[in-house]
């Protein structure tokens, strides 16, 4: 009923619109205007032009402004305050070109447009100005390449020697976090023993996967680099901290990795935001399936003594699940020496926790 | 009885481009016989299965505004439950049926919409409704060819386009739904029905309709080579193409050479669902199981994805940088300015254009090296975009503007590319990308520069060459109308977008509110729903004005925009063949508009130098004498 009174409705409008466009052409044939070739329409258009360029610009500035303070989500890692500084720059520049050739272009339009008598300037072509205008932005481009090269290639580059290690598996939907325990080594999972229990495939006749635990949320210190492994156990997914100005995909089949120093507690953001329920989120920012929008993590930063606690209470996840445990010691054979070790079991082992205190 | 133009290409090319005139009597008799053919045509070969240039355009261009109206609405569906996530839909189950679950839009019929929404825009409006339609339509009737070089293979790339459609259209019935893994369709989630309902037999159908189409685009796009590069008229040489043809040429060359790239993908893509191979997937367990497939790359796909994808854009937006040349030269009245510079900047951006597409991919783990590669050369391709830009402003400089409804949307294609290209400049930086990927900045950008852009190079277009299509002129006062509601609303669209990105607001996301992040820009959101929203309505006014035009519209004469180039030389309505008598030949480039010492202020492209000696050009009186 509701979807035929909107049809209705719309074919009521349609009705209408199509009787007034008709009365309009019918009073523009009596009054002469219907053939004339350039009428008053040419001037209003022309005015208009400007309308749009002050008006348009005008609304552009005011909302722009209005709207900057949400528009910056707060920034607690090193490497973000250089991409801020950056980014502002960039647009700094950018703004300056988009301010300059719009108004150009509006303010020629509405200038030159048609006057009776007036014949355009026959101007082909000026091979001393398209140099110029070529080399200028060529300069200015190849500023911006150097800047974001060299930010680029730092913050690409390998993670310091210090780094805490964290992993982060994405699943449809939600993120699994683990760490590597006391011994500093994350252990070889296996995609081939993941069940509901075993949800990271934890090989456990691999000794470091013995210590491994998981936790629900990220915990990682201030002020120390963190080194983020990352992968995926289905589709694609997607690591985004945006706080932290990180991004990263998680690939079936290929590890990733991305380090970034924190710089900020989340108990200091909530103070300078003045929002005790603040948190860090890590949001899947690759679509992987009808939950994608809901697929989050929370991430704690922590005073480095506190995440050390933190840390040094957790229980590993073979303790937490003796019968897995149990199970891997029945069978004879050490699976880890079968055909699917992960590319992960082949990497240099993480760097141990302890060296950065 | 008035003479019909011949019908075989051969014979006509002699008469246009090798012999010079051929005896009147031999030609009339010759021609008086393809006239009788003609009148026998039954009307399923004159309209239907034509193989005629022009009935082909017009074939791909009201295909493409089906098409238009339903990625529109499909946009407005996901407009409203990302300006209202807490509203119900109920009112929209009549049409969405099981999509709508207890007054909400099912999550995954949301990536539904908008993946069918992105295909349907790129592919089937942008490229085939765009370029098709243009290509189709001016390249033989601009260089001065009785036809296409072949005009079954012409008809044929409709008509794979045409089934594409068909099968494209029918997945949106099927209970599972459409492809829902985005248009880029990366794998695993397109791959596995288990990961997306989508993905089952909807992306089945889709990646068979982007065969079918990739086939369409590949008839059409040798077609359109063949033909610029040997139906050219007398003295048309690639010095006096105006820069429409220049442009549709170069895309079709860009089709050429990526398009197969993304059959190779697809394919690939085939076998990893239907027939066990592991190109695309390796470790994966998912829906309680560990899938046998190892040793594949998802990054593979990527890279091969874009390698089609990003020459994608340049093949939307470079057929609408050459109609919007072509129409601010003719409504400045002045010569577009560096047409030489125009020419070089588009090879300029085709070829940069094939070794830019990992900057879609700078965090997807491909190796940083890379990004710093693909980095630079993504900005260089600035440069090229900006001469463009500049020279357009020069070409407006000191004109004599005439704004007709073809004219404000050439301007506004202009404005519509510097907003949205200048942020590319943010987004080709592989640093800033890392914050910025995938946010609504990237949605803004891309909607700005690709797609409004290209649609106003559309519709600039339709307005300026609808009199040569149907010999009505379209309703001025209904196009300045649409032109200001459109322009004023995607700006309204997509500004506020950038806010939205910068924020951090991940796209494709059905909902922001689970996250303290993400949840500041609610009325934002609102906002840009319904100015969408009205912004697609206020299209139906350029639809109503389009039809109504055709049949109701006033009648147009040979040449309404005092224009130089060769189309409008032809008859008011162009019969089969374009030109009744010979084909007139070339004397000189398209832009000669307000020449000092001429007539009027424009001389065609077929006037030779010998008749305007008040206007010569030195060099140009050399050779008229």
């Known amino acids: 009923m509701t979807a035929l009174t909107i049809l209705l409705v719309l074919l009521l409008l349609l009705v209408v619109f199509g009787l007034l466009f008709r009365l309009q052409i019918l009073t523009s044939i009596f009054s002469g205007t219907f053939t004339k070739d350039i009428g008053m329409s040419n001037s209003v258009n022309a005015i208009l032009m400007l309308v749009f360029l002050f008006g348009g610009g005008g609304w552009f500035a005011y909302s722009f402004v209005e709207n900057f303070s949400k528009m910056n989500p707060p920034i607690a890692s ?101 760490y590597p325990g006391r011994d500093m080594k994350l252990g070889v999972v296996n995609y081939r023993m993941i069940d509901a229990v075993n949800e990271w495939g934890f090989d456990l006749s691999d000794k470091s996967s013995l210590d491994d635990f998981t936790t629900n949320e990220i915990h990682v210190p201030k002020g120390v680099p963190v080194l983020i492994k990352i992968r995926s156990r289905d589709v694609l997914h997607a690591v985004y901290m945006p706080q932290f100005r990180v991004q990263m995909y998680a690939v079936p089949g290929m590890p990733t990795r991305f380090w970034f120093t924190p710089t900020t507690t989340t108990d200091e953001m909530r103070a300078r935001l003045g929002n005790p329920k603040f948190n860090y989120e890590l949001a899947c920012n690759q679509v992987c399936g009808g939950s ?26 073979a303790q937490k699940n003796p019968e897995v445990l149990a199970a891997f010691k029945q069978k004879a054979q050490p699976l880890v020496s079968q055909a699917a070790v992960s590319a992960e079991a082949k990497e240099a082992a993480p760097v141990p926790l302890a060296a950065s205190y | 009885m008035a ?19 051929v005896p009147a009597t031999e030609h009339g008799e010759h021609l008086h016989h393809d006239d009788h053919e003609h009148h026998d045509q039954h009307w399923l070969w004159k309209y239907v299965f034509s193989q005629d240039h022009k009935q082909i355009a017009k074939q791909f261009l009201i295909t493409g505004m089906l098409w238009a109206i339903l990625g529109g609405t499909l946009s407005s569906l996901f407009r409203l439950q990302l300006g209202w996530p807490e509203g119900t839909m109920e009112w929209l189950k009549p049409f969405l049926g099981g999509w709508i679950e207890a007054g909400k839009l099912n999550p995954e019929f949301y990536l539904a919409l908008v993946t069918m929404h992105g295909t349907i825009m790129v592919f089937f409006v942008l490229t085939a409704g765009l370029s098709g339609t243009f290509s189709n339509f001016l390249i033989p009737l601009q260089v001065g060819a009785r036809d296409m070089a072949s005009g079954f ?143 594949g790359s998802p990054v593979l796909f990527q890279h091969l994805f874009w390698f089609l994808g990003h020459p994608e854009v340049y093949i939307v937006i470079m057929p609408a940088m050459g109609m919007v040349s072509e129409v601010l030269a003719t409504n400045a009245r002045k010569p577009i300015f560096g047409y030489r510079a125009m020419i070089g900047s588009l090879i300029g951006i085709s070829l940069l254009s094939f070794v830019v597409w990992a900057h879609h991919m ?83 950008h891309f909607h700005l520069v690709m797609g409004s852009a290209a649609f106003f190079g559309l519709f600039a277009g339709v307005y300026h060459w609808f009199p040569k299509m149907f010999g009505r002129m379209m ?28 924020a951090g607001f991940p796209r ?11 949840s500041q820009f609610a009325d934002m959101n609102k906002f840009i729903s319904i100015a969408a929203i009205i912004t697609f309505l206020g299209q139906f006014v350029f639809i109503f004005n389009f039809f109504y035009s055709i049949y109701r519209g006033r009648r147009a004469t040979q040449n309404p925009w005092n224009s130089t180039t060769l189309e409008w030389t032809t008859p008011i309505e162009p019969g089969h063949g374009n030109w009744p008598g010979e084909i007139p030949a070339v004397y000189r480039w398209p832009y000669d508009y307000s020449k000092p010492g001429a007539e009027e202020d424009f001389i065609p492209q077929n006037v030779p130098y010998s008749q305007t000696q008040s206007s010569n050009l030195p060099y140009e009186q050399e050779m008229a004498d």
């Not at chain 2, 309703?475 to 910068?502: C, N, Q, R, S």
């Not at chain 2, 494709?508 to 993400?518: E, N, V």
């Open chain 1, 78 to 178: 090193v490497h973000g305050h250089q991409m801020e500084r950056m980014f502002w720059t960039t647009m700094t520049v950018i703004g300056v070109a988009f301010a300059i050739t719009q108004a150009l272009l509006f303010i020629y339009a509405y200038k030159y447009q048609h006057k009776e008598g007036r014949r355009a300037y026959f101007f082909a072509h000026n091979n001393k100005i398209e140099v110029i205008w070529t080399i200028i932005p060529a300069i200015v481009m190849a500023a911006l390449i150097f800047a974001g090269w060299k930010a680029w290639t730092r913050i690409t580059g390998p993670a310091p020697k210090n780094s805490v290690v964290v992993e982060v598996m994405g699943k449809q939907f939600n993120w699994l976090v683990r």
């Open chain 1, 292 to 317: 994608h929008f809901a697929m989050k993590a929370t991430i704690v930063v922590d005073e480095p003594d506190d995440y050390q606690h933190w840390y040094a209470a957790q229980q590993s996840f």
């Open chain 2, 3 to 21: 003479a019909k133009p011949n019908l075989s290409p051969g014979v006509q090319t002699q008469g246009g481009i090798g012999t010079g005139p």
């Open chain 2, 153 to 295: 293979m012409n008809m044929l790339s409709y008509w794979f386009f045409f089934l594409s459609s068909v099968i494209m259209f029918s997945s949106l019935f099927i209970e599972t739904g459409p492809a829902a893994a985005g248009w880029t369709i990366y794998p695993p989630l397109s791959a596995l029905p288990q990961a997306i309902s989508g993905s089952g037999a909807g992306m089945t159908l889709w990646l068979v309709s982007m065969a079918l189409f990739i086939v369409s685009q590949l008839l059409g796009g040798v077609n359109y080579v063949t033909t610029v590069i040997n139906l050219r008229t007398r003295g048309m040489s690639m010095s006096k193409l105006p820069l429409t043809i220049w442009a549709f040429f170069l895309t079709a060359i860009l089709g050429i050479l990526s398009f197969p790239v993304l059959f190779s993908a697809a394919l690939l893509l085939i076998f990893d669902r239907s027939f066990g191979t592991s190109f695309f997937l390796s470790d994966i367990y998912i829906a309680g199981k560990a899938l046998s497939n190892q040793g």
């Open chain 2, 362 to 444: 700078f965090v997807t783990g491909m190796n940083p090296f890379l990004g710093s590669v693909f980095m630079f050369l993504t900005l260089i391709i600035a440069v090229p975009s900006g001469v463009k830009v500049f020279n357009w402003l020069a070409t407006l400089w000191r004109g004599n503007i005439r704004f007709t409804a073809a004219m404000l949307f050439a301007i506004g294609f202009v404005s519509l590319f510097i907003s949205g290209g200048l942020t590319g400049i943010i987004l080709g930086n592989a640093t800033l990308d890392i914050q910025m990927h995938n946010t609504y900045f990237v949605v803004a």
């Open chain 2, 475 to 502: 309703d001025e006062k209904l196009g300045y109308i649409h032109f200001w509601l459109t322009f004023a609303g995607v700006y309204l669209v997509f500004m506020p977008m950038h806010y939205v990105g910068i």
């Open chain 2, 508 to 518: 494709r996301y059905y909902a922001w509110t689970g996250f303290d992040a993400f």
